[in-house]
């Protein structure tokens, strides 16, 4: 113990042990002994404190990320304006966090605070409050310019631009697209039907001209395909039919859907792709039935049916990506939602003068 004692004291463990006739590495197993036994107390409040002084540093980095994620395009803009973001964001993010990484002090923005608001300050928080309301609702599917007409249809005099700023302000933006692959199937030997629309995608009236696709969803059970007819007047889903299989089956009953629903004069024009479903002896039928002429887009020409190409890109980019579906029931339901009390009642189409496509219709039947 007195070797051990000795060596604690800053004596040279060599010098010890020689001093004492033992070797030295008996002696170095001795005062690690010791250390882990007797020190060990020490050793572990110390290991505590510095494991506990990593903790603090990464949720400070992290919480540094999320500010910066969540100010995108606030450190481009005045003092002000940040100023305002901290005081939106202070009960998520501590101040001295959010002074550090928008490159502002603590004592500017208090004295900013303590100046109360101005006119323009307060009319802000009232504008952030209904756009943070909006852009909920909507799932943040809208950006500036539809949020913009939202706000203008409830008395707001907002001009986009300033919406467009105050999104920035707020860390909100539209959802992104993805990209997403065509489900058609040409390479058949059915016979096919001219191209009756030439990219044309006007209409007269409803029920003059309708566009048919498919389209696909991932779940965990498997891809569920989703067939889809749309107006080419006003842009409504006038029929759609779901199933894990894309069989003629599928398009017939979206088409039997659109009939029932809308009750078209004959002559109306049918425009699809070239998928063997549609040129099916089955589907083709059903057309004759009810008196429709069919049409058919150029091979492997998205273009020639890119009306419908953009419905399936917003119901993807807005519905569907961010989302991960357990099975094709959740799928199902949650696509259902999205045609029947959002895309037709409610969604703001560029094309209409941003209008719904209910809202369009009703209007011009007015």
């Given at each position: 113990?007195?070797?051990?004692?000795?060596?604690?004291?800053?004596?040279?463990?060599?010098?010890v042990?020689?001093?004492?006739?033992?070797?030295?590495?008996?002696?170095?197993?001795?005062?690690?002994r010791?250390?882990?036994?007797?020190?060990?107390?020490?050793l572990?409040?110390?290991?505590?404190a510095?494991?506990?002084?990593?903790?603090?540093?990464?949720a400070?980095?992290?919480?540094?990320?999320?500010?910066?994620?969540k100010?995108?395009g606030?450190?481009?803009?005045?003092?002000?304006?940040?100023?305002?973001?901290?005081?939106?964001h202070?009960?998520?993010?501590s101040?001295?966090?959010?002074c550090?990484v928008?490159?502002?002090?603590r004592?500017?923005?208090?004295?900013w605070?303590r100046?109360?608001?101005?006119?323009?300050d307060?009319?802000?928080?009232?504008?952030?409050?209904?756009l943070?309301?909006?852009?909920n609702f909507?799932?943040?599917?809208y950006?500036?310019?539809?949020?913009?007409l939202?706000?203008?249809?409830e008395?707001?005099r907002?001009?986009?631009?300033?919406?467009?700023?105050?999104?920035?302000?707020?860390?909100?933006?539209a959802?992104?697209?993805?990209?997403?692959?065509?489900?058609?199937?040409?390479?058949?030997?059915l016979?096919?039907?001219?191209?009756?629309?030439e990219?044309?995608?006007?209409?007269?009236?409803p029920n003059?001209?309708?566009l048919?696709d498919?389209?696909?969803?991932?779940?965990?059970?498997?891809?569920?395909?989703?067939?889809?007819?749309?107006d080419?007047y006003?842009?409504?889903?006038?029929?759609?039919a779901?199933?894990?299989?894309i069989?003629?089956?599928?398009?017939?009953?979206?088409?039997?859907?659109?009939?029932?629903r809308?009750r078209?004069?004959?002559?109306?024009i049918?425009?699809?792709?070239?998928?063997?479903?549609y040129?099916?002896?089955?589907y083709?039928a059903?057309l004759?039935?009810?008196?429709f002429l069919?049409?058919?887009?150029?091979?492997?020409?998205c273009?020639?049916?890119?009306a419908?190409?953009?419905?399936?890109?917003?119901?993807?980019?807005?519905?569907v990506?961010?989302?991960r579906?357990?099975?094709?029931?959740?799928?199902r339901?949650?696509?259902?939602e999205?045609?029947e009390?959002?895309y037709?009642?409610?969604?703001?189409?560029s094309?209409?003068?941003?209008l719904?496509p209910?809202?369009?219709?009703?209007?011009?039947a007015?």
């Amino acid at each position: 113990m007195q070797a051990v004692k000795r060596v604690l004291a800053g004596h040279p463990v060599a010098a010890v042990a020689r001093e004492l006739g033992i070797g030295e590495s008996l002696l170095h197993n001795w005062v690690t002994r010791h250390r882990l036994t007797e020190g060990g107390g020490a050793l572990q409040v110390e290991q505590a404190a510095e494991i506990a002084r990593l903790k603090r540093a990464l949720a400070h980095k992290e919480e540094e990320a999320a500010i910066l994620k969540k100010s995108d395009g606030v450190l481009c803009a005045g003092i002000p304006v940040r100023y305002a973001f901290l005081q939106t964001h202070e009960d998520r993010f501590s101040v001295l966090a959010m002074c550090r990484v928008l490159d502002v002090t603590r004592s500017g923005y208090y004295a900013w605070k303590r100046r109360g608001e101005s006119p323009r300050d307060e009319e802000n928080r009232r504008l952030d409050a209904d756009l943070q309301r909006l852009y909920n609702f909507h799932k943040g599917r809208y950006g500036a310019p539809r949020l913009t007409l939202d706000l203008r249809a409830e008395g707001w005099r907002a001009s986009r631009r300033r919406v467009a700023k105050r999104l920035r302000m707020l860390g909100l933006r539209a959802k992104a697209a993805r990209k997403f692959k065509a489900t058609t199937q040409s390479k058949h030997g059915l016979p096919t039907a001219p191209n009756r629309l030439e990219q044309d995608f006007t209409a007269a009236a409803p029920n003059r001209v309708w566009l048919a696709d498919i389209t696909y969803v991932g779940t965990d059970e498997g891809w569920l395909y989703l067939a889809v007819v749309l107006d080419v007047y006003s842009r409504a889903v006038v029929g759609w039919a779901m199933a894990e299989r894309i069989t003629r089956d599928l398009v017939i009953a979206a088409l039997t859907m659109a009939v029932w629903r809308r009750r078209p004069a004959p002559g109306l024009i049918a425009h699809s792709d070239r998928g063997s479903q549609y040129a099916s002896g089955g589907y083709q039928a059903a057309l004759e039935l009810h008196g429709f002429l069919c049409s058919m887009s150029r091979k492997g020409n998205c273009y020639d049916n890119a009306a419908m190409e953009s419905f399936f890109h917003s119901l993807k980019v807005e519905q569907v990506h961010d989302r991960r579906y357990r099975t094709r029931e959740e799928a199902r339901a949650d696509i259902f939602e999205y045609i029947e009390t959002y895309y037709n009642p409610i969604r703001r189409h560029s094309t209409l003068d941003y209008l719904s496509p209910r809202d369009f219709e009703n209007r011009k039947a007015a």
